[in-house]
């Protein structure tokens, strides 16, 4: 998908001839393969800005799936690009949620995966909405480790509408290109307060993308920008229409996220970027920008693969003592148990969806696969590592929705093979748990289930089906419990029998 395009002010009449002429000597400089040698200036008082771009991180330092991680990403873009941290004609960017994923990243709160993106020199981040997964307090904790700002021109404070400065968040910022200025501005989803948990940004407001964007450009380019960019934690939908409704803004490029997709394509002047999630693939783009007036004269952009990269020593030095820290506290108490919960046993069943739905409260209902639970829960001392005996698949949550209907359709044909938190049978109809009141046939409601199930394994029906616009919250389905477990500070005196008893009454 390598492009070639020629940018020009709107006022100035090119002839025909003059575009053909210009094409032809495009087509010609179009360089179909990326050369491994850094980036030259070639055409006079321009600069080459290369942008190296990921977002839906979640953590996966180590690689998704075994695959190549952060350290090999680090190693081929230093082949491919000639990508050099120190040079300030590179912007690695991502599009947000870089945290929340497993145990490496997670359970340090995103602090391993910070330090990480540090090494790898990235410049800047949307803020997503898995970035208030761990609470404010953390937030601002990790975001203060960053060599790199996180950004949300759309994120407010109620009641008096301020900017979250006090988390560390910054609308835009400047990046001085060797004398050219690029603004790169954040934008966070609007519909973070749905996949998140709500009480963590109960305190602010998200605004419409479009307006964010009017009202901070003019700002940007009063602080000196001579080229703006925008990071947003947006699906490629929704970065589109965002993009062909600020034309008038002349911003060069956006970047998206959160849906887990790929993107690289224009939509009017500007070039659209997502580069899919867990670091499998990245996005690149090469904007030439004329350093006088800010034109973008030429662009080329594509997504590829993680692969093929050599490892990156330093990155791959950081990636191992975080796996050296996660292993030291696999056996670490977390809680303790008076009696054994038998594998595949209601309570056991009961522990795991309830807790989903107390970390995940936006979600009503919660069902899991009885073969997904693999041990007991012994009497004792609970240990990380005994949760993953229990839970020993790499599952995340998903948030579907289903109606009524289909939810008591589906634990009809599923039987005893499943089991449901948020909601209980009395007598042929379901009854949801905080209330007492029937489930309604026609009404529509979050359902948490593991990916999995949602992909039909096993032979289990495929859940996709009832709703393909699942979003995956990137959740651990495991954490939830490990959460709520830590959360009970229970002792020996006093185990945590009771209060899973207790769970979803
Ligand atoms: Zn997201």
């Known amino acids: 998908m390598n492009t070639a395009y020629s940018r020009h002010k709107r006022h ?30 070639s055409i006079p008082n321009t600069i080459t800005l290369t942008i190296l771009y990921t977002d839906d991180e979640h953590g996966w330092m180590e690689g998704w799936n075994q695959g190549p991680g952060a350290a090999e990403l680090l190693g081929l873009w230093q082949a491919q690009f000639g990508y050099d941290p120190a040079d300030p004609r590179f912007l690695v960017l991502s599009g947000g ?11 340090f709160k995103g602090e391993s995966m910070v330090e ?37 021109a759309n ?9 979250p400065a006090n988390l560390g968040i910054q609308p835009y910022t400047l990046i001085d290109v060797n004398g050219l200025r690029v603004g790169i501005i954040g934008l966070a989803n609007l519909r973070t ?13 998200f605004t419409p993308y479009v307006e964010a964007l009017q009202q901070t450009v003019p700002q940007v380019r009063d602080a000196g920008a001579d080229v703006v960019m925008v990071v947003g934690h947006l699906c490629n939908q929704e970065l589109r229409h965002t993009a062909l409704k600020t034309q008038d803004l002349d911003i060069v490029l956006f970047g998206g996220g959160h849906c887990h997709e790929t993107l690289a394509e224009r939509a009017g002047d500007a070039v659209l970027i997502t580069g899919g999630p867990y670091l499998a693939t990245y996005a690149w783009a090469k904007l030439t920008v004329n350093t006088a007036t800010g034109e973008v004269l030429r662009a080329e952009y594509d997504v590829e693969a993680n692969r093929g990269g050599a490892t990156d020593p330093k990155v791959a030095e950081i990636v191992a003592r975080w796996r050296a820290e996660t292993e030291a506290t696999l056996g670490e108490p977390i809680g303790y148990l008076a009696q054994t919960l038998p594998e595949r046993s209601e309570p056991i ?34 240990t990380i590592a005994d949760i993953i005996s229990v839970m020993p698949f790499d599952n995340v949550l998903i948030d579907m929705t289903m109606t009524g209907a289909q939810i008591e359709a589906f634990m009809q044909a599923q039987g005893k093979k499943i089991f449901a938190g948020g909601i209980q049978q009395n007598g042929d109809s379901w009854v949801l748990n905080p209330t007492g009141e ?23 029906q495929k859940l996709a089906e009832y709703d393909p616009q699942g979003y995956d919250t990137g959740i651990d389905w495991r954490q939830p419990v490990i959460d709520w477990i830590l959360a009970q500070k229970s002792t020996p005196e006093q185990p ?5 008893r207790a769970l979803g009454k």
């Open 12 to 41: 100035i009449r090119i002839s025909t001839f003059m575009l053909l002429l210009l094409s032809v000597l495009l087509a010609a400089c179009t360089v179909p393969e990326l050369s491994a040698t850094p980036q030259s200036e």
């Open 97 to 107: 949620d870089n945290w929340t994923g497993p145990a490496i990243s997670t359970w």
């Open 116 to 152: 990480v993106m540090n090494a790898m020199g990235y410049d800047a981040s949307a803020v997503g909405n898995h970035e208030f997964d761990f609470g404010l307090e953390n937030m601002q904790h990790t975001v203060s480790l960053a060599d790199f700002p996180y950004l949300a």
């Open 155 to 163: 994120m407010r404070t109620k009641p008096h509408e301020q900017l």
């Open 193 to 205: 307060p749905q996949v998140t948990n709500p009480a963590n940004v109960q305190a602010f407001d």
């Open 349 to 382: 069943l009961r522990l795991i969806t309830e807790t989903w739905l107390l970390g995940y409260p936006n979600a009503d209902v919660a069902i899991t696969n009885r073969g997904g639970v693999r041990d007991a829960l012994r009497a004792g001392p609970v």
């Open 438 to 460: 029937p489930l309604r046939r026609d009404a529509v409601y979050h359902v948490l289930v593991n990916d999995y199930m949602y992909a039909g394994g096993g032979s289990y």
């Open 496 to 500: 945590l029998d009771e209060a899973i």
